[in-house]
């Protein structure tokens, strides 16, 4: 069952199209990483998701539901983080997702509850009674994560919700939304960042000026044979000898004790043969192997220039 469809959704800001033709196939149960640059048009759809914005033209259904038609349904059933946080400055925190739980149609003792389990779960328990004015940008959205949790939804939509968190507070969030799939939760998280659609993911669709470019699960998208690796060996020179007087080895230099390696697609199964081989046979030990780039960052390269963060 797909929980988000689109068809040809559309959006224009008077004469610029921000949002073309976009067609959404978000299934049950998955993580789906939307993908793109800044700018690409990824904000906007979230907004048109949620009923912030009604489309130019197009249709949506979440749930099997029309949005915005039937918004008020739909938005009991999900749980949305937001590129900027929510500002209600003189709040505490435990006061701030305390009333969104009621705003959510919880009871007070229920919200109460709920917002310090999600307190302690997000890693800002210990400054509950700080007020959100008080807090670092990355301790906002820590917070806005607990927001989109309050109403335990079937349904996560998170835009950019990495933004602000230092990489000890990636690696967290990433560890939670991993976590939260495995509880059945369906999950569409916005980013630029490859490397962490390729942690979190395990469906991906990649926009670019408002446009699809490609849409599907990782492990079909990324099915693209690598032929360029990167290989760090306790003995780099004598396996550069190797390399380079084997016909099928296209190319293979070093830079800062990395050796690039360029093989003859045709003869990948050689190579992946003799050279652990020969490294074996000359007790010579294997530090590092692995592709060039991620499998992800090879799609984006191929169809459109991006400079990836990773």
Known sequence: MELIRTEKLTKFFGKRNVVYNLDLRVPEGVVYGFLG???????????????????????????????????VEIMK?????PEKPIAYENMTIFEFLTYMGRLSGMKKEEARERAKELMAYVGVGRIALNKMK?????????????????????????????ANLDPLGRIEFIGRVVELSKKGKTIFVSSHIVSEIEKMCNYVGIINQG??????????????????????????????????EKPYIREAWEEDNVIRVIVEPKFLDEFFLAFPKYLSSNGIRLKLFKPHTSPLERILMEKFSLEVEG
Not at 41 to 70: C, D, S, V, W
Not at 77 to 81: N, Q, S
């Open 37 to 71: 640059p800044n700018g690409a048009g990824k904000t906007t759809t979230i907004k048109m998701l949620t009923g912030a914005l009604r489309p130019t033209y197009g249709e949506i259904e979440i749930f099997g539901m029309n949005m915005p038609r039937e918004r």
């Open 77 to 81: 059933r999900v749980g949305y983080m």
């Open 134 to 162: 008080e807090l670092s940008s990355g301790q906002k959205q820590r917070v806005m994560f607990a927001m989109a949790l309050m109403p335990d939804p079937e349904l996560l939509i998170l835009d950019e919700p990495t």
């Open 211 to 244: 446009r699809m470019i490609a849409q599907g699960k990782i492990s079909d998208l990324t099915q693209i044979e690598e032929n360029e690796y990167d290989v760090v060996t306790s003995d780099n020179d004598r396996a550069m000898e190797f390399l380079r």
